[in-house]
């Protein structure tokens, strides 16, 4: 079975940090996602990648950047970290393009920034 | 902006086939049909998904109607563990490189 592992269930932070969040996948994947997810407002994305060192924007990248180093790792950086960024963050990864291969969720982590 | 319309809940007896429907009026001829649910405070799960014809796996059916307009996901013997968030999605061929999760229908199984 795949595994998407993140790095923190939970996490809290202050505003004006620099946060780093972690996912590793353990299936080759070429694909990578950062979403959020809160309430009533479904599961956004963040940013994806679809090779190593290639990043694209998702529909809210503001606040946000990511690195991709290695094809098994994708990181989600919140620069400086503000109350509104407070919320689930699921990392996914797929082996092809999402029409024809499924996505394979981590468990998420639960951001809080007071 | 999602492209699929679910019932915002719907509630089923344990042992009974759950039948949750999804209309994609929309739809056009090469988007495919997927289905994941998302169990409390765990990431969304892929279940199945579909073009044109019906697909079974080892979770659940998918039925799709001719005109490809509305679909069916089936749990045929629901347990409490299905209890979840399930999310109809439609995905074009080729060009999408994200999935646009909507609302989603809430399954409730009462033992």
């Known amino acids: 079975d795949v595994k998407v592992t993140q790095s923190s269930r939970y996490l809290v932070k202050r505003t004006g940090e620099k946060v780093f969040l972690e996912c590793v996948q353990d299936?080759?994947?070429?694909?990578m996602f950062w979403y959020r997810q809160d309430p009533g407002l479904g599961l956004r994305l963040i940013y994806f990648?679809?090779?190593?060192?290639?990043?694209e924007k998702g529909d809210i990248p503001e606040g946000y950047s990511v690195s991709r180093e290695k094809k098994e790792r994708f990181s989600l950086i919140l620069e400086s970290a503000s109350t509104n960024q407070t919320s689930m963050y699921l990392c996914a990864s797929s082996f092809l393009g999402v029409w024809n291969s499924p996505l394979h969720f981590g468990n998420g982590t639960r951001l809080t920034v007071t | 902006d999602a492209k699929t319309t679910q019932p915002t809940s719907m509630d089923c007896a344990e042992g009974r086939a759950a039948n949750l429907p999804c209309n994609h009026s929309?739809?056009?001829?090469?988007?495919?049909v997927y289905w994941y649910r998302q169990i409390h405070s765990q990431g969304p799960q892929y279940i199945i998904h579909?073009?044109?014809n019906n697909e079974t796996n080892e979770m659940a059916s998918l039925i799709i109607t001719e005109d490809r307009k509305s679909s069916t996901l089936i749990l045929p013997h629901a347990t409490l563990r299905d209890t979840a968030v399930y999310y109809c999605i439609v995905v074009e061929d080729q060009g999408a490189q994200k999935l646009v999760f909507g609302q989603g229908t809430r399954l409730t199984i009462n033992p």
């Open positions: 299936m080759d994947h070429e694909n």
């Open positions: 929309t739809i056009s001829g090469n988007e495919y």
């Open positions: 990648s679809y090779d190593v060192k290639m990043k």
């Open positions: 579909g073009l044109k």
